[in-house]
Nanobody, 114 residues
Framework: QVQLVESGGGLVQPGGSLRLSCAAS????????MRWNRQAPGKQREVVTV????????HYEDAGKGRFTLSRDNGRNTVYLIMNSLKAETTAVYYC???????WGQGTQVTVSS
């Protein structure tokens, strides 16, 4: 079955950096577009970034432009999100998602606070 396991979150001070990972299994990872989504406290889940199967077409929502870097390793069935210059408003649970599949991972908590 489809499994998505996010990791790499934590507590970080404003201005710091984190690298999130999403390990995928149960489907042909290299053939699918992947998304990172996030859900901040009291807000709806939203899309943060999108990466196409070969990694040559990336999209960043406004929240991540200029500060987030998205990549994938199809040999490891893993997608990465490097977040720099973190701000308090970056605090959320981050999830990876295959847009065309229904499964969600458990998410990884990112907390930006001094």
């Amino acid at each position: 079955q489809v499994q998505l396991v996010e990791s790499g979150g934590g507590l970080v001070q404003p201005g710091g950096s984190l690298r999130l990972s999403c390990a995928a299994s149960g489907f042909a990872f290299s053939m699918f577009t992947m998304r990172w989504n996030r859900q901040a406290p009291g807000k709806q889940r939203e899309v943060v970034t999108v990466i196409t199967p070969t990694g040559d077409n990336l999209h960043y929502e406004d929240a991540g432009k200029g500060r987030f870097t998205l990549s994938r390793d199809n040999g490891r069935n893993t997608v990465y999100l490097i977040m720099n210059s973190l701000k308090a408003e970056t605090t959320a649970v981050y999830y990876c998602k295959v847009p065309t599949l229904s499964e969600w991972g458990q998410g990884t908590q990112v907390t930006v606070s001094s």
